[in-house]
Structure formats: C-alpha cells, structure tokens
C-alpha cells in the first residue's frame, strides 16, 4: 500500500480519474498533499474544509440523522464526508478525514480517534485509525491513512474485486 500522493495522482491521471476532498482535523492538509505533486490539476478537482459540522451537513449533505445517531466522529460521518466530496465536485472519488486533534475530547471521544472514508464507483470505505501524538502528528497520520485506503480502494478496482 502506498501514501506516496505523487504514485496516487500518476495513478488517477493515467487512468483518467479524478478525486476531491472533504477534511474536517485535517483542515486542508490531504489537500495539499495533493496538490504538492507537480501535473496534479490532472486529477485534483478541489475540496471542502468542513471543520464545523454545520459545514458538512450544508456543503457536504451529511444527514442531520447520521450527525445525531452517530456524531461527527464516526465512520458513517466520514463515508457521507466523503460521498458529499464527490458528488459536489464532480469526482471519481472523495477522499474525507474526521476525528479529534485534540487537545481534548470530542462526543466523548478520545484524541486520536480519526475516521478516513473514500467513497467511489463501487461504493464507500471507511477506516478508523487509533493515532498517538501531538496535534500535528494526528493530523499526518490521518492525511496518511486517507491516502492507504484510497490506494487500497484503486488496487482492488484495479483486481477486478472492487
């Protein structure tokens, strides 16, 4: 599995696909990363900050059912983050990341609880991820395990078991 975002926009460019993305911990890091790699308005369509939850319902079309039920820090949250990415922007995937930097807890999780979704083609998957570290360390380890489950979701495509 890669993290590499450049091998991941040579990727989507040849294969003629593109990606958006939705952070909430994150706040425009997975992004960057993204656009870091030189050629990447090949695939690279834009993404949305949505570091208010009022943000991802009204931008990101999360259900106010999904933030009620189970909270912003949830898989589910995460899978409509990043369907809501993809349909706003006119994608082939949205990648989306939401969880707690920290300093302290969120609907009562702990720091370090991060969801990373992608939604595409052949349907939506979500990871959590248990992360230690200071803020910014969370915050990398989750643009990394955003970028691993995209790779997971093109190689799979890729295999035909998508």
């Given at each position: 599995m890669t993290t590499d975002p450049r091998q991941l926009v040579e990727v989507l460019?040849?294969?003629g696909e593109t990606i958006?993305?939705?952070?909430?911990?994150t706040g425009g890091q997975l992004a960057a990363l993204f656009t870091s790699v030189p050629g990447a308005s090949a695939c690279f369509l834009g993404g949305v900050v949505s570091y208010a939850t009022a943000v991802k319902a009204s931008l990101l079309s999360v259900?106010?059912?999904v933030?009620?039920?189970h909270g912003v820090v949830s898989a589910e949250c995460a899978g409509a983050m990043a369907s809501?990415?993809?349909t706003l922007l006119g994608a082939t995937y949205g990648v989306a990341t939401t969880g707690v930097a920290g300093p302290d807890r969120q609907e009562?999780?702990?720091?370090?609880?991060v969801w990373v979704a992608v939604a595409g083609p052949e349907g939506v998957q979500?990871?959590?991820l248990d992360l230690e570290g200071d803020r910014a360390t969370i915050q990398a380890g989750s643009c990394r395990g955003a970028l691993s489950v995209l790779d997971g979701m093109l190689r799979m495509e890729d295999s035909g078991l998508g």
């Open positions: 460019t040849a294969r958006a993305t939705a952070e909430s911990l259900s106010e059912s933030i009620d039920k809501g990415a993809r009562d999780k702990p720091v370090g609880l979500a990871r959590m």
